[in-house]
């Protein structure tokens, strides 16, 4: 219930006010005791229904005077503060309580009271329910799993034991379940029908035939195995015919005859008889003819005939005899000889006088000038010999060119040439040389004294000029390792071996922290081959991580997904026992047949593959029957081919059946035999007459002879050879008379001492040439004398110009040449040199860099993640004199750039939240960050979040009192009386609650 208050304005103390109206005074205001209240002084408001006490009346005293004020010894009560705000209500639902309180400013003066409540309380959320959070039952058991294999699932629950109200936690899963039996469901192997029996691979001694089935469903996990796929049985097995085989023949033996006929034989011995209807063997005996060429028959000659007459009566002459051919050679007989013969006679030497020739025109003068010689000959045809007429003389001489000679100019060697004035860039130098002899009589001129050439032709070196660098460029990546450059260039390039340029471009690393980068996925693959045909099996698809995140990316969605498929229940087809063995085969040849049978092991059902044949008859031994030749009779023999001399005839019979399928083979069809063996009548046959064979004599009448060959001598009454050797007169006209010359004379007097002069000698003919003789030979002839040359001074030519140099660069040479116009000789003046050299291009030559091979690649400096490897070349030659610059000698290429498992690493765990509950069991949570996900395969992150119970006392339960009754008629009507209101306890205090208030009354 709500106190009365007292009014805020302050009681005066000791003082008093005026009253406003003097002419009629207020009533005296009294305090709720009964106490008069001085004037002045404010009076709070009473309670409604509360009686104003009456004012105590002292009868013995007077009412004070407005002039004279008594002092009355008021009782003031004590002062209050004013009511502090409503404190928060001590429970957020289903009611609490809220207090507010005031305090005593000053003290209750003469007797005045101070029994005032400093506190006051009321109710609060007693409309508002509480939050009460969800609780749940512990897991039950889990349940079976809905597959034996092939991934089932089993589940577990839990109940509701408090529904959440009040807007508190929701209740968590009532239901997880997980995998289980994952192993692969085991599937029985189902074989397709076998084919049919493949051909017999040999027509007899046993071939092999085979058919095969398909295996229609594979088996899976510990399922019935498959069966064989293949089998082979055996066919044809009677034996092979077996044809003879025999050796190769042997070699010819010697013919029995060397020539004229004979006969030589040759055997083979059988390696293999004929068996089962194979071929029989052929002949293993043959004969032949052999040297059936004619014997040879030897030349017979006659004897010598007599001398033929000398051809000449002197000087030597010739006659000649002759014999003839008796019988000619044949066959390769050995050859006739010589049937002509010749001899010399009269050899005695005839006189001959000499005959000379016309005289010869002047040779050409010895020299152009300074006195010369000139010459004319004549030869002697014919020399005089054997005391024939002798020679005149054969040669004549002259005086010519009686006029002085011309003198060349002649100069001495070049000097050295000067150094040159330039070191690079082109130069100059020169050199000189000296007048030997001056030119006369018209001799060639002096050719020039002063040269000048070229030198230190290479260009002077240039060194290298650079800019300065250019500001480095953007990062060309925002992360992930970027790059940035900078450039510079070339003002002047180095050249003619100058300082080599440095490098005109850099590079720095930048932006070097990783890229995030997002999980990718692959599309779903196709959902799998159920893992049943029938009776519920499994089909799952996935699809695979393409790139895995990393850098702060989100974790990837799940890979795979599970569904139930073909849960129909499965047919069973039947299963047939494996074959029997074969039946023999019913033929041997010809095509049999042979039979096998199964069972039925498992017969078929709910729609299953029906059972096939039980019995399998197959065809055998199909290889037709042998069948044996058969042939006719023989033949008449026919004509021979010849009437004589050994001919041949011939007689046939043919194949009325031919032989097959390995029966007998045929024998021959053709006989051949000799016939008309007497040798035939041979004609004689001579050759054609030869020449006529030189005659015996060249003149005077002489005689030659001719023969003939016998080629075919005559035998067996053949005709008769005729004459083979015929003569006849020849050279019936008179002799010619030779030419016959005497010795030669001694040689004449040289007609020069140096130069190569000439002497002459000659002859006489002793006996002139008539009746077409031989001629005279020459009667006069000369030769060379005094041969040695004449003393010849060198002269020599003017210098060509200089070569050119041999090395462009590094010290090289060049010459020049003069030839030798005239050669000295023969103790003349001597020729100096023909070739003269010089030094140039002496700067050094360009070096080009040299590099060795590359090594091999260092080993990746990071096993993952993008590393580098490097490889290195030396310089083995470094660059000069402007020669071509180093390449790069170190390359740098990335490996194992594929990422590197990357472990989850979590953060520290925060402080633990505040609990959700001040009492009766809350929870608290903690946390954790992920500093780093894991990625490429690395250990996956833990969890992030730790929940733990906290406040499990139970919670304070404060008193709760009911509102005041309403107050009770007061005990007094006057004087002080009492008045009360009551409460009662609606929950009493527990746990360490707020104890209920003292005043219940």
């Not at 060697?413 to 018209?442: E, I, L, Y």
């Not at 003002?491 to 340029?501: D, I």
């Not at 969605?557 to 129909?568: F, G, I, P, Q, R």
């Not at 000698?889 to 505040?914: F, H, K, L």
Request: glycine fraction near 10%; proline fraction near 7%.
């Amino acid at each position: 219930s709500t106190q009365s208050t007292w009014g805020n304005k302050a009681v005066s103390k000791g003082g008093s006010t005026p009253s406003p109206s003097p002419s009629k005074p207020s009533p005296t205001p009294v305090t709720p005791s009964g106490v008069p209240v001085p004037s002045g002084v404010p009076v709070p408001p009473l309670p409604t229904g509360v009686p104003v006490p009456p004012v105590p009346v002292n009868p013995s005293q007077k009412p004070a005077s407005p002039s004279q004020p008594q002092r009355v010894e008021v009782p003031v009560d004590c002062e209050l503060s004013e009511w502090a705000s409503w404190t928060a209500c001590s429970s957020s639902c289903l009611g609490g309580t809220s207090k507010r309180t005031r305090g005593v400013i000053a003290e209750a003066e003469n007797g005045g009271s101070c029994d005032f409540p400093l506190e006051q309380s009321r109710k609060c959320n007693s409309e508002v329910p509480c939050a009460v959070n969800c609780i749940v039952s512990d897991w039950g058991v889990w349940s079976l799993c809905s597959k034996t294999c092939g991934a089932g699932t089993q589940t577990r629950t839990r109940t509701v034991v408090t529904p959440p109200s009040g807007g508190g936690s929701a209740c968590p899963a009532l239901e997880e379940s997980v995998a289980c039996n994952l192993k692969t469901c085991s599937v029985d192997c189902v074989m397709g029908d076998w084919s049919s029996w493949t051909d017999c691979d040999a027509t007899c001694a046993g071939g092999k035939q085979t058919r095969t089935r398909s295996i229609l469903v594979s088996p899976v996990a510990e399922g019935l195995a498959c069966g064989n796929t293949f089998e082979v049985a055996a066919c044809n097995t009677n034996p092979c015919p077996v044809d003879c085989e025999v050796t190769e023949w042997a070699a010819w033996t010697k013919c029995d005859k060397t020539c004229g006929g004979g006969s030589s034989t040759r055997s083979r011995g059988v390696e293999t008889d004929a068996q089962f209807g194979g071929s029989k063997c052929p002949a293993t005996q043959q004969k032949r003819n052999c040297n059936t060429n004619a014997c040879p028959i030897d030349c017979v000659v006659s004897t010598w005939g007599t001398w033929s007459d000398c051809s000449k009566s002197c000087g030597g002459g010739s006659r000649t005899r002759t014999r003839v051919v008796s019988i000619a050679p044949q066959n390769g007989g050995a050859a006739c000889p010589t049937t002509l013969d010749s001899g010399s006679c009269n050899n005695q030497k005839c006189p001959i006088d000499c005959v000379l020739s016309e005289w010869k025109s002047w040779s050409p003068c010895s020299a152009s000038c300074g006195n010369g010689v000139q010459k004319r000959t004549r030869e002697i045809i014919t020399e005089a010999s054997e005391g024939g007429a002798t020679c005149g003389t054969t040669e004549e001489s002259s005086a010519c060119n009686t006029q002085p000679c011309p003198a060349d100019c002649v100069v001495g060697d070049w000097s050295t040439w000067s150094a040159c004035d330039r070191t690079c860039g082109g130069g100059s130098q020169q050199r000189s040389r000296q007048v030997a002899s001056s030119p006369r009589f018209g001799g060639k001129e002096c050719p020039q004294t002063q040269e000048v050439q070229t030198c230190n032709d290479a260009p002077c070196p240039v060194d290298c000029v650079m800019d300065s660098w250019i500001e480095w460029t953007v990062c060309d990546k925002t992360c992930g390792s970027g790059v940035s450059t900078r450039t510079r260039s070339v003002k002047v390039l180095p050249q003619n071996g100058g300082e080599a340029c440095l490098s005109t471009i850099e590079s720095r690393s930048c932006n070097t922290s990783p890229c995030p980068i997002p999980c990718e996925l692959s599309a779903w693959g196709d959902w799998t081959v159920c893992t049943k045909s029938c009776g519920s099996g499994l089909s799952q698809r996935t699809r695979i991580v393409t790139t895995q995140p990393d850098f702060g990316a989100p974790a990837c969605d799940a890979t795979v997904e599970v569904k139930s498929c073909n849960e129909d229940p499965c047919p069973v087809d039947c299963v047939m026992a494996e074959w029997s063995v074969f039946t023999e085969c019913s033929e041997k040849c010809g095509s049999g047949r042979k039979v096998r049978t199964r069972a039925v092991v498992v017969p078929s059902a709910f729609g299953g593959k029906e059972c096939t044949e039980t019995n399998e008859v197959v065809h055998c031994n199909t290889q037709p029957c042998p069948v044996d030749c058969q042939i006719s009779a023989w033949s008449s023999w026919s004509v021979c081919d010849t009437t004589c001399g050994g001919g041949k005839q011939s007689r046939t019979r043919t194949i009325t059946t031919a032989s097959a399928f390995g029966g007998e083979a045929c024998p021959a069809t053709v006989e051949v035999q000799e016939c008309n063996i007497s040798p035939c009548p041979i004609d004689c046959v001579v050759a054609d007459w030869s020449e006529w064979s030189v005659c015996d004599k060249t003149c005077g009448s002489g005689s030659q002879s001719r023969a003939r060959l016998v080629t075919v001598i005559p035998a067996n009454g053949g005709i008769v050879c005729p004459e083979t050797s015929a003569t006849q007169s020849c050279n019936t006209q008179p002799c010619p008379v030779d030419c016959v010359l005497e010795d030669w004379s001694a040689w004449g007097e040289c007609d020069v001492t140096c130069g190569g002069g000439s002497q002459s000698r000659s002859r006489h003919v002793i006996t002139a040439t008539a009746f077409g003789g031989k001629e005279c030979e020459s009667t006069h002839e000369s030769q060379s004398c005094n041969t040695q040359p004449c003393p010849v001074d060198c002269i020599m030519s003017e210098w060509n110009s200089w070569g050119d140099c041999d090395k462009t660069c590094g010290g090289g040479s060049r010459s020049r040449n003069r030839y030798v116009v005239v050669a000295d000789a023969n103790g003349g003046r001597p020729c100096s040199v023909t070739v003269e050299s010089e030094s140039c291009n002496v700067l050094p030559c360009p070096i080009d860099c040299v590099l060795s091979t590359w090594s091999a690649w260092s080993e990746c400096d990071a096993t993952c993640g993008g590393g580098s490897t490097s490889r290195t070349r030396t310089v083995v030659t470094s660059p000069a004199n402007g020669g071509i610059l180093c390449a790069n000698t170190q390359e740098v290429t990335s490996c194992n750039i594929q990422p590197c498992p990357v472990d989850c690493i979590m953060g520290q765990w925060t402080g633990w939240s505040d609990c959700d509950k001040t009492c009766g069991s809350g929870s608290q949570q903690r946390t954790r960050r992920v500093a780093t996900a894991s990625a490429f395969g690395g250990k996956a992150c833990e969890s992030g979040v730790e929940t733990q119970d906290c406040n499990t006392f139970p919670c304070p339960i404060d008193c709760i009192v009911s509102d005041w009754s309403e107050w009770s008629v007061c005990t007094k009507s006057c004087g002080t009386g009492s008045q009360t209101r009551t409460r009662t306890i609606s929950v009493a205090t527990d746990f360490g609650g707020k104890p209920c208030p003292c005043t219940l009354r």
